[in-house]
């Protein structure tokens, strides 16, 4: 969550939700929707969870499981890259 504050994008950690699965993370990042499900070393995410992944993806956001600012950093890099992709063909 540091991270992504740091870096102007506009997280908000889920602590309840009303719906099962619902991922960790939801941020804005340059205009774009990101989910992210933060899991610690070694742990996987449930099947709800990579449904709801799924789900985000098919409705054209980003959605990743996380383990650390370095896998974060990575996705943030692929939804940087797709939106100077996108705005280069507008």
């Not at 939700?17 to 774009?32: H, N, Q, T, W, Y």
């Not at 099947?47 to 950093?73: C, M, R, S």
Request: aromatic fraction near 8%; charged fraction near 25%; hydrophobic fraction near 40%.
């Amino acid at each position: 969550m540091r991270y992504l504050h740091k870096q102007g994008y506009y997280p908000l950690k889920i602590m309840k939700a009303s719906k099962s699965g619902a991922l960790d993370i939801v941020c804005c990042v340059e205009g774009l929707y990101l989910a992210l499900e933060a899991k610690q070393e070694g742990k996987e995410a449930e099947p709800l969870q990579l449904y709801n992944i799924n789900l985000v993806k098919k409705a054209k956001g980003f959605a990743a499981v996380v383990h650390n600012v370095i896998e974060t950093k990575e996705v943030i890099k692929e939804v940087l890259t797709f939106q100077k992709i996108k705005k280069s063909n507008q």
